[in-house]
């Protein structure tokens, strides 16, 4: 059974997902394949919207740990960090722009717009595998273990 403690390895594992399907999406619009690009963007919103619910419902139960590590890194982590949730934030409205614009046929629209948002998503994606690493794996606070 899936506990609030299990809810940030599958954050991680859907960023992982997602991003990989980001990844495919591109190789397949730059190898003229719209219909592969299509279905793997669709994938990558469904696991991405999946993310950000389950996101929202453990920081809902959770609190926000502060970060264990010191020195060089912490102020790695918390520029990662930051850059991330800004980032993770903005992409929302973006990709809904991008969709609609996909599924209304504006190809030119879709395509300015999506030069701007898969990167930004994918950092997104992979920030976010790297935050949940550095929190959970590398430095995780001892207490977090009993959530």
């Not at 690009?37 to 929202?56: D, K, T």
């Not at 998503?121 to 207490?143: A, C």
Request: glycine share 6%; charged share 10%.
């Amino acid at each position: 059974m899936l506990s609030i403690s299990h809810l940030p390895h599958l954050n991680a594992i859907l960023n992982a997902i997602a991003a990989c399907f980001l990844m495919g999406g591109f190789i397949f619009i730059k190898s003229g394949n719209r219909d592969a690009h299509r279905l793997c963007m669709i994938i990558a919103l469904i696991i991405s919207s999946l993310f950000l619910i389950s996101y929202v419902i453990h920081r809902f139960y959770v609190p926000i740990f502060v970060f264990q590590g010191e020195g060089g890194i912490r102020v790695f982590y918390y520029m990662l960090l930051i850059s991330h949730v800004f980032l993770a934030i903005a992409i929302v409205p973006l990709i809904t722009v991008t969709v609609i614009r996909a599924f209304r046929e504006n190809f030119i629209g879709h395509k300015r717009i999506a030069k701007l948002v898969w990167p930004i998503w994918m950092y997104v994606s992979i920030s976010g595998i790297i935050v949940y690493l550095m929190l959970y794996q590398l430095y995780p606070l001892k207490t977090a273990q009993l959530i």
